[in-house]
């Protein structure tokens, strides 16, 4: 059974910095595309960043700030997230997928997600 379990989400000042964490498991880690989205209340569920063997790609309003990264070995993978600001504010899920893609409905297995709060 494919299982994915985030951590390291809380409570920064802005212009701080966070390391988010997923670990994985039940599913062909290897072949599938990661990823991480997040949703603020209110607003649907939006990307934040994609990771494939070969590449990477980051939503405008991250990219420069946030740098996504996978340990195949360990079966996990990772979101820095530097120079936060309070729009950044939002419940954070990994995600893992068969395409590479930023969009929501190509994702098959999802996180329960933690929570990222920045205060100005």
């Known amino acids: 059974q494919a299982r994915l379990v985030e951590s390291g989400g809380g409570s920064v000042q802005t212009g701080g910095s966070l390391r988010l964490s997923c670990a994985a498991s039940?599913?062909?880690?290897?072949?599938?595309?990661m990823a991480w989205f997040r949703q603020a209340p209110g607003k649907e569920r939006e990307p934040v960043a994609a990771e494939s063997a070969r590449d990477t790609t980051y939503a405008a309003s991250v990219k420069g700030r946030f740098t996504i990264s996978r340990d195949y070995a360990n079966k996990m993978l990772y979101l820095q997230m530097d120079n936060l600001n309070p729009e950044d504010t939002g419940l954070y899920y990994c995600?893992?997928?068969?395409?590479?893609?930023?969009?929501?409905?190509?994702?098959?297995?999802w996180g329960q997600g933690t929570q990222v709060t920045v205060y100005s």
């Open positions: 995600a893992a997928g068969n395409l590479y893609s930023l969009r929501v409905s190509e994702y098959l297995y």
């Open positions: 039940g599913f062909d880690y290897t072949v599938n595309a």
